[in-house]
């Protein structure tokens, strides 16, 4: 049973390809040209068609996401604390270490699992200059009273948006919210290309301050302005994502359809709770996860095992909370008991398999084990 199960193995999520052949086109026109990377024709391409697609202003291309929230620390000098949440991959925290930050952590919200506006004004101190929240799962933050907040004791936003591609709140992007929001691209991602990420700014002037510090702070042949980093994508990436771009629309579509599916076979399961997500705002399926509560028969990690078992890799994402590392468990605002929410969620957390090819069948398979767990 097992290793049949293992053959057959469902993983959370699976990267979305296009037929190679149409890939073939693409690299036949780099190999044509000699332009690798350096912001050649497929990155400056890859730029324009996002900025399009996403509906932003400006938008500079990363080789991935981590270095990218790295460099929008940069370009706001931020200094001293930020605060952030705890409930999130561990690129959140990593990018404020990288640059010097001591974050601080404030716990979320039990329905949103974003960032609690409600706790931020609590955690300032002279030494926070900005705030660093996740659209966590795509589900969009309260991003009207983070900015007031903001706006009151004068400190930066910058948005860990790498969930958040496509997602719209307030009748339009949500990554047009904060002084800077960060996507991801990597392979897991909803639009990926393969390894990849994007600073989305509102300016010029703050757009050509980004590709100076992506480039070694390089602003001419013989000038550096700052110590940048190399956070360029290459050609290949870029020509990748201008393909991958045509099917995305499709790919959100099938997500769509699997949460609405799941939702409904395990709406009324108790124990098990899904995510809601507010009315006005266009979410993109980019996770599937569940809350297994007190009163479902099963604990979480058994729960976890035994879709394992059946051949249903889905993953405690996000746990362990970042607070839980060993480079910040040291820090006060570590404290579980600083972080009551988050720490529960995390121990209750399943993301369940969510990606355009999973078949139906494999949905219904799932969601039957969840609803009917055969206590022993
Ligand atoms: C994926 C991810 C990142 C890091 O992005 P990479 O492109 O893998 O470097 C950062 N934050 C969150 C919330 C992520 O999910």
């Not at 999130?88 to 979320?108: C, R």
């Not at 600073?199 to 001419?220: E, P």
Request: with cysteine.
């Amino acid at each position: 049973m097992k290793v049949r199960a293992q053959n057959t193995a469902i993983y959370v999520t699976q990267p979305q390809l296009p037929p190679l052949a149409e890939f073939i086109p693409y690299l036949e026109q780099i190999w044509a040209n000699k332009t690798l990377t350096n912001c050649g024709p497929f990155h400056q391409q890859l730029e324009q068609a996002l900025c399009e697609y996403l509906g932003v202003k400006h938008l500079a291309l990363f080789a991935n996401g981590t270095l990218a929230l790295v460099t929008a620390l940069q370009c706001l000098r931020i200094t001293g604390e930020v605060i952030t949440t705890p409930y999130s991959f561990v690129a959140t925290a990593h990018s404020l270490l990288w640059n010097g930050i001591k974050p601080v952590f404030v716990d979320i919200d039990p329905h949103s699992l974003n960032l609690d506006p409600d706790r931020i004004e609590a955690a300032i101190t002279p030494q926070t200059t900005a705030i660093m929240p996740v659209h966590c799962y795509g589900q969009s933050c309260d991003v009207a009273r983070i900015q007031k907040i903001a706006d009151s004791y004068g400190l930066k936003v910058i948005y860990d948006a790498a969930h958040a591609f496509g997602v719209h709140c307030h009748g339009g992007s949500v990554l047009n919210h904060g002084d800077l929001s960060v996507l991801s691209f990597h392979a897991t991602k909803v639009f990926n290309t393969f390894e990849g990420g994007a600073i989305v700014c509102a300016d010029a002037k703050t757009k050509q301050h980004i590709d100076h510090l992506k480039n070694f702070g390089f602003v001419d042949e013989v000038t550096v302005i700052a110590p940048g980093i190399n956070g360029k994508m290459s050609e290949i990436n870029a020509a990748f994502g201008v393909l991958q771009l045509k099917g995305i629309d499709k790919a959100l579509d099938k997500r769509r359809c699997i949460d609405a599916r799941y939702r409904a076979a395990l709406q009324g399961v108790t124990g098990i709770r899904c995510l809601d997500y507010g009315t006005g705002s266009k979410p993109n399926h980019s996770y599937f996860p569940i809350l297994v509560g007190s009163e479902y028969p099963l604990e979480r990690d058994a729960l976890y095992e035994k879709l394992k078992d059946n051949g249903f890799h889905g993953r405690r994402y996000f746990y362990p909370l970042i607070s839980e590392f060993p480079m910040y468990r040291g820090l006060a605002s570590a404290a579980p008991a600083n972080l009551p929410v988050a720490t529960r969620v995390a121990r209750e957390v399943i993301c369940l398999p969510i990606y355009p090819d999973l078949a139906w069948e494999q949905v219904d398979a799932i969601a039957d084990l969840i609803a009917h767990p055969k206590v022993p």
